[in-house]
């Protein structure tokens, strides 16, 4: 599918590109070869396609682009989603003065390559004094400026089907291409859009072996923490805690992943979390609080202090005895949430004498880590702990 605007009624078969008439040429030996020539030029591209990295590659397709439909100019833009319009990439034949004013090209401008990104199709426009995409546009000056009359504008098109960059040739004489040189831009546009999707994809490997690593440092940098604070009487009870801590940076890690790295669900954490206490029916578990999503240094703080306080409420208080009960309530505020776990129903508490190991876990956290707030309120009816996560 194309838009096209032809000066005459045979709209591929007026001027060549390079000026020439489309008729059958005399020689035709000569025209053999010319065909050849092309295929082989195509045929160079695909071949440097497997063999070479991408870096280098935008320039060749060009200049190919320019020798096959013999175009005067020709430029190569990516399409920026974010801003919606066309950044140029790469380009042959213009002035350097005069390129600039094509830097960036909106989806709305008078421009070839804007009409065949607002169609998602081809745009041939034959002479922009007659076309009625051009003419009394801000581009039109523009366009004179450069010395363009002619224009094809082919759309770089991914392998899922969408639009991620343009090819567009340019003539100084009014041209409308031949179907032969529509045919091989085509097949140079696929190999474009296939060197643009490579591109990409190499981009986003080399990022997200970087953010692996990152994310594995800043893990084990966590787990290293964790077992270096880590107490007990005996070998048994020192692997229980150790496991249970790691099992807690463990939930965070899927959740982190199921999201595809965006974050973390405050409720979700909490949920799993609490699950083996919330299914007994002598024990009670209550939460409440709006939908927040955490970073991944908040989610790991936020975890581990929750199953610290678990861990204490089942060895000594309200999850330990039937008919106890925990709330946990959350806030939103402008810089950050504020969390609250309120314990009821269990034995009578009192402020330990010192710091357990669970405390310093907690505070390392909370304070140390992240630099909330953490408090701890033994009150008689249960232990109430209030802390604060920037976010």
Known sequence: MSLSESPSRQPFIAVLPGGKSDRPAADADYTRAMELADMRELQAISTRLIQEDAGGLHDAILDAALRLLRSDMATMQLYDSARDGLKLLSSRGFDPDDIKLFDWVARDAGTSCALALRSGARAVIADIETSEHVVGTPAHELLRQCGIRGVLST?????????????????????????RALLLIDVLARQAA?????????????????????????????????????????????????????????????????????????RTLAMEELS????????????????????????????????????????????SVAG???????????????????????????APSKRGVGTKVMESMIQGQLKGVMAFDWRQTGLVCEFSLPL
């Open 194 to 266: 296939d060197l643009i999707d490579r591109s990409r994809n190499e981009e986003r490997i080399v990022l997200l072996a970087r953010e692996a690593e990152h994310r594995s440092k800043n893990m084990l940098a966590v787990v290293q923490a964790v077992v270096r604070l880590t107490r007990a009487d005996n070998a048994d009870d020192l692997k229980k805690a150790v496991i249970g801590r790691i099992n807690a940076l463990d939930n965070v890690h899927r959740l982190f992943v199921q999201s595809n790295w965006t974050g973390a669900d405050l």
């Open 324 to 350: 106890g009960r925990v709330t946990l309530a959350w806030s939103r505020r402008e810089d950050g949430i504020d969390v609250c776990w309120t314990e009821c129903g269990g034995p009578q508490v009192q």
């Open 155 to 179: 759309p770089l098109v991914s392998r899922s089907g969408a639009v991620i960059g343009m090819i567009s040739n340019h003539w100084k004489t009014p041209c409308v291409p031949t179907e």
């Open 276 to 319: 083996p206490y919330g299914r007994r029916e002598d024990l009670k578990t209550e939460l409440s609080g709006p939908e927040i999503m955490l970073d991944q240094n908040a989610a790991q703080a936020f975890s581990m202090t929750l199953h610290e306080l678990a861990t204490n409420a089942a060895k000594y208080g309200a999850l």
